[in-house]
């Protein structure tokens, strides 16, 4: 296991144009295309949880996927209808469970999950499709065709580390089958087998690339490309200091501060925006553009607040060495005033959130 040793061969017909094309090009008579293979992967004495078969084009990546892991779920995507993605998931799945796969899937931005799976863009569309996966088929191991095949390669590294975290979160096995090799360093597989050199390889020998970050000052006009993807409002608070992260001067995350009133504390910053886009979302951002511009304030002083009312985000917090837990399971109440003004649309309230504070 999975060893094989297999011809294919394909009937080539004898049409008009088949034997003028024979005949133009001086091609003796063929009857039949056939190709051998002579496969060994040894994985059968080690454990693992994802394997990557790659190779050019027409090399039989598929053809061997389908041969040596003939057990396996061989996955070509799902047919999705023009409702929001979460209620494509199966009617057995509760609420925590798809919205949990699509965090850990890297599929992060609640107002995405209401969408229908044609609008998300082609590396939300993946995320999406492995969420679905492996809420749907359980344990079964999985067989993934063409991965990435569709995605802009700087997409396609980012989410495919974000499915290498949820893969072995899971403790799945999952094999990729990709003609791209710009995605090794990034899936860090536990196995590849080459088609082109027909050889195989155990592990990566190298780390996930150094993600280089370069954090600025923002501008109110740069909101417009995050506002969609936060989970409560598009609104934003003029006043605040705004930072931008970009890799590859491509901006994607942002981050805002504003300084929080209070009739006797006067050295409280607290976090008015932290949004990541989409395809940039499972690298780990967002937590480190929040630390580093808390870092930023503690050290001017400032004691650095924040209230997410995202279950995951505060699982992640709570976690964290640098933060501190300073209430949690708060549901904040509006005034008769407040519902007035409509600020219930912006603010968390009547919903469950908990505070932390920067400690460093």
Same mark, same amino acid.
């Given at each position: #296991?999975?060893? $094989?040793?297999?011809?294919?061969?394909?009937?080539?017909?004898?049409?008009?144009r088949?034997?003028?094309?024979?005949? &133009?090009f001086?091609?003796?008579?063929? *009857?039949?295309?056939?190709?051998?293979?002579?496969?060994?992967?040894?994985?059968?004495?080690?454990? /693992?949880?994802?394997?990557?078969?790659?190779?050019s084009?027409?090399?039989?990546?598929?053809?061997?996927?389908?041969?040596c892991f003939?057990?396996?779920?061989?996955?070509?995507?799902?047919?999705?209808?023009? *409702?929001?993605?979460?209620?494509? %998931?199966?009617?057995? =799945?509760?609420?925590?469970?798809?919205?949990?796969?699509?965090?850990?899937?890297?599929?992060?931005?609640?107002?995405? /999950?209401?969408?229908? %799976?044609?609008?998300?863009?082609?590396?939300?569309? #993946?995320?999406?499709?492995?969420a679905?996966?492996?809420?749907?088929?359980?344990?079964?191991?999985v067989?993934?065709?063409? %991965?990435?095949?569709?995605v802009? *390669?700087?997409?396609?590294?980012?989410?495919?580390?974000a499915?290498?975290?949820?893969?072995?979160r899971?403790?799945?096995?999952?094999?990729a089958?990709? =003609?791209?090799?710009?995605?090794?360093?990034?899936?860090?597989?536990?196995?590849?087998?080459d088609?082109?050199?027909n050889? %195989?390889?155990?592990? =990566?020998?190298?780390?996930?690339?150094?993600?280089?970050?370069?954090?600025? +000052?923002?501008?109110?006009?740069?909101?417009?490309l995050?506002?969609? +993807? +936060?989970?409560?409002?598009?609104? +934003?608070?003029a006043?605040?200091?705004?930072?931008?992260?970009?890799?590859?001067?491509?901006?994607?995350?942002?981050?805002s501060?504003?300084?929080?009133?209070?009739?006797?504390?006067?050295?409280?910053?607290?976090?008015?925006?932290?949004?990541?886009?989409?395809?940039?979302?499972?690298?780990?951002?967002? #937590?480190?553009?929040?630390?580093?511009?808390?870092?930023?304030?503690?050290?001017?002083?400032? *004691?650095? #607040?924040?209230?997410?009312?995202?279950?995951?985000?505060?699982?992640?917090?709570?976690?964290? $060495?640098?933060?501190? =837990?300073?209430?949690?399971n708060?549901?904040?109440?509006?005034?008769?005033?407040s519902?007035?003004?409509?600020?219930?649309?912006? &603010?968390?309230t009547?919903?469950?959130? $908990?505070?932390?504070?920067?400690?460093?």
């Amino acid at each position: #296991m999975p060893r $094989a040793k297999f011809v294919k061969s394909v009937p080539v017909g004898n049409s008009f144009r088949v034997e003028k094309v024979k005949g &133009l090009f001086d091609i003796e008579d063929l *009857r039949e295309v056939r190709k051998e293979f002579d496969v060994d992967i040894p994985i059968e004495n080690k454990s /693992w949880n994802i394997g990557l078969i790659v190779g050019s084009s027409g090399s039989g990546k598929t053809t061997i996927a389908k041969e040596c892991f003939s057990d396996f779920y061989f996955f070509t995507g799902f047919d999705w209808d023009n *409702r929001s993605i979460i209620e494509n %998931f199966p009617s057995q =799945c509760s609420v925590n469970d798809i919205t949990t796969a699509f965090n850990y899937a890297g599929l992060a931005s609640a107002p995405d /999950w209401l969408k229908p %799976f044609s609008v998300l863009s082609n590396g939300q569309k #993946m995320r999406a499709e492995i969420a679905r996966l492996f809420v749907s088929e359980n344990n079964k191991p999985v067989i993934y065709d063409e %991965f990435t095949s569709v995605v802009d *390669r700087q997409v396609a590294q980012v989410t495919s580390y974000a499915i290498s975290k949820f893969i072995r979160r899971k403790n799945q096995q999952f094999v990729a089958v990709s =003609c791209h090799r710009d995605i090794i360093e990034w899936l860090l597989p536990d196995w590849v087998y080459d088609t082109d050199a027909n050889s %195989f390889a155990w592990g =990566c020998l190298r780390q996930r690339p150094e993600i280089k970050l370069c954090i600025r +000052h923002a501008e109110e006009r740069e909101w417009q490309l995050f506002k969609n +993807h +936060h989970y409560l409002s598009g609104s +934003h608070n003029a006043s605040a200091k705004k930072y931008i992260a970009e890799i590859n001067r491509v901006p994607v995350a942002w981050l805002s501060v504003v300084h929080f009133p209070h009739p006797k504390v006067r050295d409280i910053k607290k976090v008015h925006r932290l949004v990541v886009r989409p395809d940039y979302q499972g690298l780990g951002i967002g #937590m480190y553009l929040l630390n580093f511009i808390s870092s930023q304030y503690k050290a001017k002083g400032f *004691r650095m #607040m924040i209230t997410t009312g995202l279950s995951y985000f505060a699982k992640v917090l709570a976690k964290s $060495a640098e933060w501190k =837990c300073i209430r949690q399971n708060y549901v904040s109440r509006l005034s008769s005033s407040s519902r007035i003004v409509g600020l219930g649309k912006t &603010l968390s309230t009547n919903r469950v959130t $908990a505070s932390f504070e920067f400690v460093g």
